[in-house]
Structures are given as C-alpha cells and as structure tokens.
C-alpha cells in the first residue's frame, strides 16, 4: 500500500510539473497571438491609408514620358 501510495504522489508532481510548463507555453503563445493580432491591424491600417491617398498604385500608372 505504502509503494502505490508514493508512485501516486510521483506521478502526480511529474503531471503538476508538466501542467506548469505547458502553461507557460501557452501563455508565451497567447502573447505572441496579441502582438501579431495587432501587427496585422497596424499593417491593414497603413494599407487602407494608402489606397486612399488618391496615388495610383505602381501597375495602374501610366509609363513615363519619355517610354
């Protein structure tokens, strides 16, 4: 009785230590999730800006003068 009772309490700090480490990588992913989350809103912004700036983009303007 006394050996179960101690493989138990081994395995149960094995699964505490693997639950803590798993929760610190999910933690370091979620911090990840928010700053490209708000990357991809920075870059959707400069690209709304840009398409309103009244410039035409590279492949609508006409050639040069001097083509």
Do not use: W
Request: proline share 6%; no cysteine; charged share 25%.
């Amino acid at each position: 009785m006394e050996n179960r009772l101690t493989e138990l309490e081994t395995r149960i700090s094995y699964q505490d230590h693997t639950i803590s480490e798993l929760n610190e990588v999910v933690t370091y992913q979620q911090q990840q999730i928010e700053a490209l989350d708000k990357l991809v809103k920075q870059l959707r912004a400069q690209f709304n800006q840009g398409s309103e700036s009244g410039l035409a983009r590279p492949d609508e303007e006409a050639p040069p003068p001097h083509y």
